[in-house]
C-alpha cells in the first residue's frame, strides 16, 4: 500500500502519528530502506564484478553533493548509476518507489547466502488466531486494530468494539489468550460485541497465527565466486 519512498515522504504526518489501520496501510522507511540498501549493495556489486559498492555510492554522493544545495532523488540516482555502470531504473521503480514484494534472489545469488523457514514443524498445531489487537480498558476487551485479510475482518470487527464474550462466555480482558486456547484454527464461534451501545453477534472463523519466521544463513552449494563475494562484503578491507 506504501512505498518506501511514501514511507520517507510521509514519515511527519503518518509513521509518527499512526491511527489504528496504519498497520494495514504503512510501512517503515528504517526497515525497508534498510533491506532496499542491502539489495542495492548487491547489484551493484554484482554488476562491478565486486569493485563497487554501496559504499561508493555514498562516498561519490558526498564529495559531490555535501555543500549546501544536497541534491534530488534522480541526482542520486545518477550517482548510485554511474558508480555501478548499469542502469537502476527497474530496481528504483520496484524497490524504492513501487509497492511490490522484495525480491532477494539475485543478492541471495550474489552472496551465496539462502533463507530457511524458521517457523514452527508442520506436525505442531498453530496457535489459533483473529488477526485483531485489543486493549485492557479498565476491564474491557477493546478491539484496537484489525489486519487486513484475517478472520477477524472477515467476521465484521470494527475498532473500539469491545468483544464480551465467545460461545456466550464472557470474555475477561486479562484472560483473552486463555480463552484462545481452548479452541484450534478452523473452529466457528459467535462472537458477542458492544458497539456504540449496540450488541451484535459475529459469526468468527478462528485462522492459524502467521509466524513468518526465516532464518538467513549462509548457503553450503555456494560457488568459490559466491564465497569470495560474501567474503569482501563481510570484510570490506580485505584484498
Same mark, same amino acid.
Given at each position: ?126 496457535? +489459533? ?93 555456494? +560457488? ?16
Amino acid at each position: 500500500m506504501q512505498s518506501a519512498e511514501m514511507a520517507s515522504y510521509d514519515a511527519w504526518i503518518k509513521y509518527y502519528r499512526p491511527d489504528e489501520n496504519s498497520i494495514n496501510t504503512a510501512v517503515s522507511y528504517y526497515t525497508k530502506g534498510s533491506i532496499v540498501g542491502l539489495l542495492l549493495d548487491a547489484r551493484i556489486r554484482k554488476a562491478t564484478n565486486g569493485a563497487k559498492s554501496l559504499d561508493d555510492v555514498m562516498k561519490a554522493a558526498y564529495e559531490k553533493y555535501s555543500g549546501m544545495r544536497g541534491y534530488t532523488a534522480d541526482e542520486f540516482r545518477a550517482v548510485a548509476e554511474q558508480v555501478a555502470g548499469v542502469s537502476l531504473k527497474g530496481f528504483w521503480d520496484s524497490a524504492v518507489s513501487g509497492t511490490g514484494e522484495l525480491d532477494y534472489q539475485e543478492t541471495l545469488e550474489t552472496l551465496g547466502l539462502r533463507f530457511r523457514s524458521a517457523s514452527a514443524p508442520a506436525d505442531r498445531p498453530g496457535r +489459533t488466531w483473529m488477526g485483531i489487537g485489543t486493549r485492557n480498558d479498565a476491564g474491557r476487551l477493546v478491539v484496537t486494530q484489525v489486519r487486513r485479510d484475517t478472520p477477524g475482518l472477515a467476521a465484521g470487527l470494527n475498532v473500539d468494539d469491545e468483544i464480551l464474550a465467545i460461545d456466550n462466555y464472557r470474555v475477561r480482558a486479562d484472560r483473552l489468550d486463555n480463552r484462545l486456547e481452548q479452541y484450534r484454527p478452523g473452529d466457528k464461534v459467535t462472537l458477542l460485541v458492544a458497539r456504540r451501545e449496540q450488541l451484535l453477534r459475529l459469526d468468527l472463523t478462528f485462522g492459524t497465527e502467521p509466524t513468518g519466521a526465516w532464518r538467513l544463513e549462509v548457503n553450503p552449494s555456494a +560457488t568459490d565466486a559466491q564465497q569470495s563475494s560474501r567474503g569482501r562484503w563481510l570484510n570490506p578491507g580485505r584484498a
